[in-house]
């Protein structure tokens, strides 16, 4: 399927096809049923290299450890533990050169595609999303436990670290053109740093992409004013009431809609992430659409009011500093 993409991406009459779908998906609201195709199409995308990326890696980790219990125990194992052996090294084998070269396509597809297109992307119910993704991934490949993905031929199990690493920077920098994704980056709690980043842009340099590191570094001089900016908003909003916070995420609502079969409220951009896949109400089940959403206004409203009056104090503070 990604080799079909990659060649029509480059026919004229399917860009003009793209450019249709690509306006229905930035200028979706949630206010009908049907989720556009280009939306879910890259909800499928990013979703798929979620998925490959981690199994992937998980099963290199795995390869490591049994190649170097191979190496240091082999002679006091037993028949039994010998053959246990072999038959989980046989799994993780296979296992990690499905999911590495399944990685590979759709990295590079949706490389390919942001190189090209950024809006969809960064979108509130997808930017926290993709950045998210590639937050954890970058960890995985060049922050502190990278050593762990060290192993024995590499290209048995279609393992490249070096142009992985390549393709997610491009993306990031592909995206970094909109404050949306720069934004979203530090957002993620779970896996994003500086330090990554920067390290990121070493290796970038070390391995001679000159261009791909500069426009890396002038990212991260963008995402670092924006990390700077959350970390004394964070410290303001950090006792925020219960009723303000998604029940999800934990995290204070931008857009609060209540979910009319249930009756939980959540914010619009996660229950929105959740229904790209998956037509229910994430807490019963029952049938659930977009255009089902019921806006809360009002709660809406005091979020803000309070947010200002918290803001407004440390605006106030840093005047004094």
Known sequence: MYNILKFVWKLPTYQTSINVLITEAVEYNGS???????????????????????????????IGELQRKRQSEWDSYNDEQKKEHQQKMQEASVMASNRNQLASYTVDVLELITRELQAPFVIPSMVDRISAMLNYVLKQLVGPKRRQLNVEDMDKFHFKPKELVSSIVAIYVNLGQSSEFCRALPQDGRSFSIELLEESARIMRNLGYVELMEKMTSLIDRVHKYSNRLQMEESALDDAPEEFLDPVTSELMKEPVRLPTSGVTMDKSNIMRHLFSDGTDPFNRSPLTADMLEPDNQLRQRILDWKSQKLAHLTHNDSLQ
């Not at 049923?33 to 981690?54: C, G, H, K, W, Y």
């Open 32 to 62: 009908k049923q049907e989720i556009p195709i280009f939306l879910r199409f890259i909800n499928m995308i990013v979703n798929d290299a979620t998925v490959q990326l981690d199994e992937g890696l998980e099963n290199m980790v795995l």
